[in-house]
């Protein structure tokens, strides 16, 4: 347990300091990069709702102070945290995880990873810019969502490959 | 009352969840006011340690074009201090009364922290209390309106941008002389539309809209940006005008916030005023 929890701190640190580095990063107007929600995404498959809750309202509210915008950050990460388990449950594999398991690219296939990140992260950046938008502008809140999958999936999948993935938890 | 702590244990992520989002959502609408938290944003110095840290590096790349443009603004302030020189002399004005002329005292920033893609944009400056600056101030560039404060620390200022869809700001076509309101609307970080005018005012492309000082933020007559494009559609009561900002947010390095000395004393005589006509 504390040598999980010291991953999750430095990788807590990481993923904070990289969002600092995306902020003024923007492709074409409308595409952002909110690397932060693989620091949920890619926790052991039976971390508990709860622990996820906290940890995606800690990393939200961080990431808030940042971007000027308190509470709109955590309010998408904890309900993207909540979602979380259920969606990893609707997609379980045939034979179910192995005890233990990570949700990552080399453990579990390209497929089901994609399956797996896309519409929740999809479901972040959606909810996160009606809401920064207080939802007016809908259309042009779809064209930032979508431009900003593309550009964030593009970017987790590369860090999947580049950097070593934990096997088992 | 056991059954219910069961039930409370059993339903504990999605209790957790609710409380979690309420609480969020009640720091959303804290944000969202106008003078709000003063902790935890970029005006707190760890935070805009490490922005300033990041914007070195930036700037050292621009360097050249702020040059440009400081040098320039160099030469048309003395130009102007010259013409008003000439004109004081000619008109033997040289004493004037000092508590006007001191009215606007302005504090020069650097900006440490700058976005303009997001809905809501904000800007993070090296001055704060130690400057005298409050929030509600308003600050300019050399090119135009920039924003106002929203919160202070005692090193840094976190100011609301004109490319905020939550700002407004009170203006004036200088040519016509018909007020109006800057809004910006989310897009296009170098447009922003003006609202509020009536049908029966005759705008021209190229119209220079400036700020009104209706609001007691800006002082009169600051350059907000050129008319673009108007149209007005059929039984609508407003044209609908897009304004071409004159500040190119997208670099912005240098500002200048400006202190009103007599804000209080105009606030609170409009405050009575208003009080008395209730």
Known sequence: MTRNLTVYIISFVAYVLAQVFFKNLVLFNTGFCFLYVVFILMMPIETSNLFLMIAGFAIGFIVDVFYNSLGLHAFTMVFIAYLRNYWLGTITPQGGYDPGAMPNLPSQGVQWFLVYTMPLVFLHHLILFLVESTGTLFWYSMLKTISSLIFTMTVIVILQYLLPQRSRA | ?278
């Open chain 2, 1 to 278: 009352m056991e059954r219910l702590f069961n039930f409370l244990y059993n339903y504990r992520a999605f209790f957790t969840f609710i409380l979690l989002e309420f609480f969020c959502v009640w720091l959303i609408i804290q944000n969202n006011q106008y003078q709000s938290t003063k902790y935890f944003n970029t005006s707190n110095s760890v935070v805009a340690s490490i922005n300033s840290t990041e914007d070195g590096i930036r700037e050292y790349f621009s360097l050249r074009d702020i040059n440009a443009v400081l040098s320039k603004e160099n030469t048309f302030l003395r130009n102007k201090l010259e013409e008003r020189n000439q004109l004081l002399h000619l008109y033997k004005l040289n004493q004037t009364d000092s508590t006007m002329l001191k009215r606007f005292e302005y504090v020069n920033a650097k900006v440490v922290n700058n976005t303009t893609k997001y809905y809501k944009n904000f800007i993070t400056i090296d001055r704060g209390t130690d400057f005298g600056l409050q929030p509600g101030m308003a600050v300019i560039s050399s090119a135009g309106a920039v924003g106002k404060v929203k919160s202070v620390s005692e090193h840094y200022a976190v100011l609301i941008s004109l490319l905020n869809i939550d700002d407004q700001v009170s203006c004036v076509i200088s040519r016509t002389g018909n007020f109006g309101t800057i809004q910006w609307e989310g897009t296009n970080s170098s447009i922003t539309a003006l609202k509020y005018i009536p049908r029966h005012v005759k705008p021209t492309v190229g119209d220079s809209i400036v700020t009104s000082g209706y609001n007691a933020i800006f002082p009169p007559g600051i350059f907000i940006g050129k008319i673009k494009e108007f149209k007005l559609k059929e039984e609508a009561p407003f044209y609908e005008i897009k304004v071409e900002l004159g500040q190119d947010f997208g670099k912005l390095s240098f500002v200048e916030v400006i202190k009103y000395r007599q804000r209080k004393e105009r606030d609170s005589l409009e405050r009575t005023t208003i009080g008395e006509a209730k």
